[in-house]
């Protein structure tokens, strides 16, 4: 249930009460007793987290793989020794050298 947060109009007494979403608002301010109680609008008080939530496996996202794949692309064109020979297997993985990159 979600807490709402009201406030009077009236005297400015605030109070933050937990209710259901179809429970009907508060009118009736408990401080002074007039019906100047109003809903407040304010931030969400809760965190996404685990897997499959935006943080975890979409931020970020957009133009930074396709220019991770063009890389990889482009150094699959080239040879990665400039004499044109295969590379030797002590290339770092990642690079394009060996055949799990390829």
Request: charged share 25%; glycine share 10%; net charge positive.
């Amino acid at each position: 249930m979600p807490i709402y947060e009201y406030r009077c109009s009236a005297c400015g007494h605030e109070k933050e009460t937990l209710q259901r979403m179809s429970d009907k608002p508060l009118t009736k301010c408990p401080k002074c007793g007039k019906r100047a109680f109003t809903k407040l609008v304010s931030a969400a008080g809760f965190q996404l987290k685990g897997t499959g939530w935006y943080a975890t496996d979409f931020k970020g996202s957009g133009a930074k793989p396709a220019a991770k794949q063009e890389k990889a692309e482009s150094k699959q064109d080239k040879p990665a020794d400039s004499s044109g020979k295969e590379p030797s297997k002590s290339a770092a993985c990642g690079s394009g050298a060996c055949p799990a990159c390829s």
